[in-house]
């Protein structure tokens, strides 16, 4: 019974670390690597969304990641899938 109580305090406190770890594996499309849009197109696409004064766009599992500033003014650091261009989600901004 013990045993049971410290895995389940290992599994709780263990599994909010798990989430705030880097997500290399984001996961935006299945489509092969070589079909994917060009970077140039995904910032383009980006600022067309309102992103400005994009720092940086590299690939982040199967996503692109934009680095960028919004509409307001703040940092961004936003999921495009790299097969369409359209958003996929948002991380938090450092």
């Given at each position: 019974m013990k045993t049971t109580l410290i895995a389940a305090a290992f599994a709780l406190v263990l599994t909010p670390v798990a989430a705030l770890a880097d997500d290399e594996n984001a996961k935006c499309t299945d489509a092969a690597k070589d079909t994917w849009l060009s970077i140039d197109t995904v910032k383009a696409k980006a600022e067309a969304a309102g992103y400005k004064d994009i720092k940086k766009v590299k690939v982040e599992g199967t996503c692109?990641?934009?680095?960028?500033?919004?509409?307001?003014?703040?940092?961004a650091e936003v999921l495009f899938n790299p097969s369409t261009g359209e958003k996929s989600g948002d991380e938090a901004a450092e």
């Open positions: 692109y990641e934009v680095y960028a500033f919004d509409k307001a003014g703040n940092k």
